[in-house]
Nanobody
Framework: QVQLVESGGGLVQAGGSLRLSCAAS????????MGWYRQAPGKQRELVAA???????NYADSVKGRFTISRDNAKNTVYLQMNSLRPEDTAVYYC??????????????WGQGTQVTVSS
């Protein structure tokens, strides 16, 4: 069984920082792309940042210069360092794995989500 487990969400004041982690567990052989999405109330889920197995990164314009995505391929873990947080960053953040190769086959997976709330 493959699972993505997120941690690190919480409540922070505007201007503060949080670090999200997402660990993929199971008999995993590799993951092509790992990323973070977010969904605020009444809005569609949107890409925040993604990173390939080779280290190529992609960010939403709204978080460039404030958020940094990184990954540890040996641990099948992706991180999102969020600095200079704003109230508009408030959302449920979801971890995503694309092209995950495991004993179960090849597929895409989502975490359960972690709440990030930024107070003004």
């Amino acid at each position: 069984q493959v699972q993505l487990v997120e941690s690190g969400g919480g409540l922070v004041q505007a201007g503060g920082s949080l670090r999200l982690s997402c660990a993929a567990s199971g008999s995993i052989f590799g993951i092509n792309v790992m990323g973070w999405y977010r969904q605020a109330p009444g809005k569609q889920r949107e890409l925040v940042a993604a990173i390939s197995s080779g280290g190529s990164r992609n960010y939403a314009d709204s978080v460039k210069g404030r958020f940094t995505i990184s990954r540890d391929n040996a641990k099948n873990t992706v991180y999102l360092q969020m600095n200079s947080l704003r109230p508009e960053d408030t959302a449920v953040y979801y971890c995503n794995a694309v092209g995950l190769r495991s004993a179960l086959g090849y597929g895409d997976y989502w975490g359960q989500g972690t709440q990030v709330t930024v107070s003004s």
